[in-house]
C-alpha cells in the first residue's frame, strides 16, 4: 500500500511538473507576441525588428494605376523620446507668405459662418521631413515634435477657410498620450479615436474629419512636378474593416475626382486597407465623411507639402459645396 501510494505521489508530482513546464511555454510565448512598449533605455532595434513585419502593409489602389505602394514608417525609439537635431537654417528661411496659392474659382459666396464643420487631427503627430535633418539621418528617425506634419495640417486648415469652411485643426500630440499610459506607437489609432470621439461630442456642427499623415515612398514616388511648381503627391486611405466604410469610399472617391480633373497625376488615389492590412478601420466608423490623407513623403520639402496641402483645401470644399451641402 505503501508502495503504491509512493508511485502515485511521484505520478501526480510529475504530470504537475509537466503542467507548470506546458504553463511557463505559453506565458513565454504570449510575452514574445506582445509588442513591445515605448520606454527609455529600450533598443530601437528591438521596436523595428518586433512591429515592422505587422505594420508594412500592402495596399490597393481604388483609382489610380499607380503601382507604388503605401507603406507604413516605424519611427525608432530615441526619434519618439528625444528630438533630432534639425537644420534651422532651412527652417528659418522658410516663408509661407511667399508660397503662391492656387487661384481660388467660386461661382457664388460660400461661408459655414463660424460652424466647424471639419476636424483635422494626427495618428501620427510626430511624423517629419528628411530635408530639415542633418545628412545622413535614417527614414525612421525623422520624427519630431515641432517640426512635423501637424504644420502641413494648419496649411490645409487654412486653406479650407479661404474657401469659406471654418474647422478645427488637432493640437494633440498622440506621441504624448501614449507615453503617458506606457502604450506601444501601435496604438497610435486608439488614442486619436479618443480625440475625435471627444471633438464629436464637443462639437455638433462636424461633418468632415481628415486625418493627414505623410507616406514613407521616397521622393521619386511622392513628388510630381505641374506647371513648373514642385508637388507632393497626395493619396487616401480607407479602412473596409467596418460595415459603413463604402460611404467614406464614395465620398474620397469625389475628392480624389476633383483633384484629378484639375491636376492630373497629384493625386496617387484611394487605397484601402483591411484589417489584415493594418488598423483596418482608423476611425472611419465615426463619420461617414472621414480619411486618411497621405501629404507627400518623408523627403518632401514644406513647400511642396503647402502646395498640395492648399490644393486639397480648394478640392474638398469644391466637392463640399457641389455635392456635400445642402
Known amino acids: ?58 495596399s490597393k489602389f481604388m483609382s489610380n494605376s499607380s503601382s507604388e505602394v503605401s507603406t507604413e514608417l516605424v519611427p525608432n525609439v530615441d526619434s519618439l523620446e528625444q528630438d533630432a537635431e534639425l537644420i534651422q537654417e532651412k527652417i528659418d528661411l522658410l516663408n509661407e507668405m511667399e508660397i503662391k496659392r492656387p487661384e481660388i474659382k467660386q461661382k457664388e459666396f460660400h461661408s459655414t459662418f463660424g460652424r466647424r464643420i471639419v476636424f483635422i487631427y494626427f495618428s501620427h503627430t510626430r511624423e517629419s521631413f ?46 504624448n498620450m501614449l507615453n503617458s499610459r506606457n502604450l506601444t506607437f501601435g496604438r497610435s489609432y486608439q488614442m486619436s479615436r479618443e480625440v475625435v470621439v471627444n471633438e464629436l461630442r464637443e462639437n455638433r456642427d462636424l461633418e468632415m474629419a481628415f486625418d493627414i499623415h505623410r507616406d514613407s515612398l521616397p521622393r521619386e514616388h511622392s513628388t510630381i512636378d505641374i506647371g513648373g511648381e514642385s508637388l507632393a503627391k497626395v493619396s487616401f486611405v480607407i ?78 470644399s469644391e466637392y463640399y459645396w457641389d455635392k456635400v451641402h445642402e
Open 1 to 58: 500500500m505503501n508502495e503504491l501510494s509512493t508511485k502515485t505521489l511521484k505520478l501526480l508530482l510529475l504530470t504537475a511538473l509537466v503542467l507548470f513546464l506546458g504553463l511557463l511555454t505559453v506565458i513565454f510565448f504570449l510575452y514574445e507576441k506582445e509588442e513591445p512598449r515605448i520606454k527609455k533605455g529600450s533598443k530601437s532595434g528591438e521596436l523595428s525588428s518586433k512591429v515592422n513585419s505587422n505594420s508594412l502593409n500592402s
Open 130 to 175: 528628411l530635408p530639415y535633418f542633418k545628412k545622413g539621418t535614417a527614414p525612421e528617425s525623422a520624427y519630431h515634435s515641432k517640426v512635423n506634419i501637424s504644420l502641413v495640417g494648419n496649411r490645409l486648415g487654412d486653406s479650407l477657410r479661404s474657401n469659406g469652411i471654418w474647422n478645427d485643426v488637432s493640437q494633440v500630440d498622440i506621441v
Open 239 to 316: 479602412g473596409s474593416g467596418h460595415e459603413n466604410y463604402k460611404k467614406n469610399l464614395d465620398f474620397t472617391n469625389g475628392i480624389h475626382e476633383v483633384i484629378e480633373k484639375k491636376y492630373p497625376g497629384l493625386s496617387r488615389g484611394v487605397i484601402i486597407k483591411g484589417k489584415s492590412q493594418g488598423n483596418g478601420v482608423y476611425n472611419q466608423d465615426l463619420l461617414p465623411n472621414s480619411v486618411i490623407v497621405e501629404i507627400g513623403g518623408v523627403e518632401n520639402n514644406l513647400e511642396e507639402l503647402y502646395r498640395s496641402a492648399d490644393i486639397l483645401g480648394n478640392a474638398i
